[in-house]
């Protein structure tokens, strides 16, 4: 006898990992998707076509199916901590409030409550036009222009002295849902992502891992990262960015709940780029940190969600191996074939190989994470092995592209290494 149903919100291959979680702890799960081939439908108990950011829609679903209430609702690597919240508040069941969702999802209002609560944030300012842009530029240097209210890297671009700034700014605005920008001073340092519990009286940061920019270069302007590392090569400041995220968690209202991090390690210590309110997509609660220490703090979201207390013995890691996920970003073009995949499947190491693409699909221009077109994660003892293995599966996989720019038409995936500016 199941002890109750989980409600998650997305059934695509960003929630498989929390749908498994659910099952394992007991839970019946009742999936939500807009789209009909989702990947989770199959593993879940119950599913439905809905939209996920359709409250109106979730809640009019869940007032006519029949059968006990879910005892709880979340979501994985999907940005809409509102409409968890929202559902939330239906059901009766916890999650973040409405104005701890709010400022998870507003880069501006969050930023104003870090700053007010003595967090470390960039330098930042709302901008209404290009030519602040350049005066801001030319009085403060490297600038990150990003939107007010997107996620997954979308309209986040870097400014030097080489940019366009009008076309920056106008792509930057489109991709706002609410048309209005921001802009911070580019932090430089080392880049981490973290992922934090928050249980009321205690909390704990079981997420942190590096985040690998190799191919800034060839994504400038834009900013995207190219996958992640655990254990981080900056395990020495873990304490202290720990503590630094939970505090900023707090100060945003996430008193129960998962907070995603990003942080720069600056030489004046660790700066929070932003909190997201929610569990981490791309492979990092899923992969990175499970398959690096044995520890699914996914399960303890869980407990959260349903009410209950996250079991703290969870969050202890369990062992320590090097992991690494990479993406893969071929140029755009319309899909050959991929080459190399049984000989890289073949590797016991290799614990995930994925690809999002089909032969004949056109693959569109890198923009943003939407774009991807496949993942794999390699562990090894070490860092130095894993990176080996990094290497050798981009040298294997050959992504075969009718390219639609010959001067993009390269097969390599071997990514440009540079350094961030
Ligand atoms: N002020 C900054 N300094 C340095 N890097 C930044 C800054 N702002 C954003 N970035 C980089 O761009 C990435 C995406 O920006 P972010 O604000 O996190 O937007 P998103 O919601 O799309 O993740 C960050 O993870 C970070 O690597
Ligand atoms: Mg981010």
């Given at each position: 006898?199941?002890?109750?149903?989980?409600?998650?919100?997305?059934?695509?291959?960003?929630?498989?990992?929390?749908?498994?979680?659910?099952?394992?702890?007991?839970?019946?799960?009742?999936?939500?998707?807009?789209?009909?081939?989702?990947?989770?439908?199959?593993?879940?108990?119950?599913?439905?076509?809905?939209?996920?950011?359709?409250?109106?829609?979730?809640?009019?679903?869940?007032?006519?199916?029949?059968?006990?209430?879910?005892?709880?609702?979340?979501?994985?690597?999907?940005?809409?901590p509102?409409?968890?919240?929202?559902?939330?508040?239906?059901?009766?069941?916890?999650?973040l409030s409405?104005q701890a969702a709010h400022l998870t999802t507003d880069k501006l209002a969050m930023k104003e409550c870090l700053a007010a609560a003595g967090i470390a944030v960039p330098w930042f300012r709302e901008?209404?036009?290009?030519?602040?842009?350049?005066?801001?530029?030319?009085?403060?240097?490297?600038?990150v222009?990003k939107?007010i209210?997107?996620?997954?890297?979308?309209?986040?671009?870097?400014?030097?002295?080489?940019?366009?700034?009008?076309?920056?700014?106008?792509?930057?605005?489109?991709?706002?849902?609410?048309?209005?920008?921001l802009v911070e001073e580019f932090l430089k340092g080392p880049q981490i992502s973290t992922e934090s519990i928050l249980?009321?009286?205690w909390a704990a940061t079981?997420g942190y891992?590096?985040?690998?920019?190799?191919?800034?270069?060839?994504?400038?302007?834009?900013?995207?990262?190219?996958?992640?590392?655990?254990?981080?090569?900056f395990?020495?400041r873990r304490p202290e960015t720990s503590r630094l995220v939970e505090r900023a968690a707090r100060a945003l209202g996430i008193t129960h709940g998962v907070a995603k991090g990003d942080v720069v390690l600056t030489p004046e210590g660790p700066f929070v780029i932003e909190i997201a309110g929610r569990?981490?997509?791309?492979?990092?609660?899923?992969?990175?940190?499970?398959?690096?220490?044995?520890?699914?703090?996914?399960?303890?979201?869980?407990?959260?969600?349903?009410?209950?207390?996250?079991?703290?013995?969870?969050?202890?890691?369990?062992?320590?191996?090097?992991?690494?996920?990479?993406?893969?970003?071929?140029?755009?073009?319309?899909?050959?074939?991929?080459?190399?995949?049984?000989?890289?499947?073949?590797?016991?190491?290799?614990?995930?190989?994925?690809?999002?693409?089909?032969?004949?699909?056109?693959?569109?221009?890198?923009?943003?994470?939407?774009?991807?077109?496949?993942?794999?994660?390699?562990?090894?003892?070490?860092?130095?092995?894993?990176?080996?293995?990094?290497?050798?599966?981009?040298?294997?996989?050959?992504?075969?592209?009718?390219?639609?720019?010959?001067?993009?038409?390269?097969?390599?995936?071997?990514?440009?290494?540079?350094?961030?500016?």
């Open positions: 006898m199941k002890q109750g149903t989980l409600l998650v919100l997305g059934a695509s291959a960003d929630q498989l990992y929390l749908i498994e979680t659910a099952q394992q702890m007991g839970l019946s799960v009742l999936a939500l998707d807009q789209n009909p081939a989702s990947p989770g439908f199959a593993l879940a108990d119950e599913h439905a076509v809905v939209s996920t950011r359709d409250v109106e829609g979730i809640v009019t679903f869940l007032r006519t199916r029949p059968g006990p209430a879910p005892i709880g609702v979340l979501t994985m690597g999907s940005d809409i509102d409409v968890v919240s929202a559902v939330a508040g239906y059901l009766g069941t916890p999650a409405a901008v209404f036009s290009t030519a602040e842009v350049e005066m801001l530029f030319a009085e403060r240097g490297p600038l222009l939107p209210d997107r996620s997954g890297s979308r309209g986040v671009f870097l400014l030097d002295g080489s940019s366009d700034f009008a076309d920056l700014f106008r792509r930057a605005r489109e991709f706002s849902y609410c048309g209005r920008v249980a009321g009286s079981p891992a590096d985040r690998n920019y190799e191919l800034l270069e060839r994504f400038r302007p834009q900013i995207m990262e190219n996958g992640g590392w655990v254990p981080s090569a395990e020495d569990l981490s997509g791309g492979d990092f609660c899923a992969g990175l940190v499970p398959w690096g220490s044995g520890v699914n703090y996914v399960r303890s979201a869980v407990q959260l969600a349903i009410g209950q207390a996250p079991d703290v013995a969870d969050l202890t890691p369990r062992f320590e191996q090097a992991v690494a996920n990479r993406y893969f970003f071929p140029p755009p073009g319309r899909l050959l074939g991929v080459d190399g995949v049984e000989e890289v499947e073949a590797q016991e190491w290799v614990t995930k190989l994925e690809f999002w693409y089909e032969v004949g699909d056109e693959i569109p221009e890198s923009l943003s994470h939407a774009h991807r077109f496949g993942v794999f994660v390699v562990v090894g003892p070490d860092r130095a092995t894993a990176q080996e293995r990094v290497d050798w599966v981009y040298r294997t996989i050959r992504i075969r592209v009718e390219a639609r720019d010959e001067r993009l038409g390269f097969e390599t995936q071997s990514p440009l290494v540079s350094e961030l500016p």
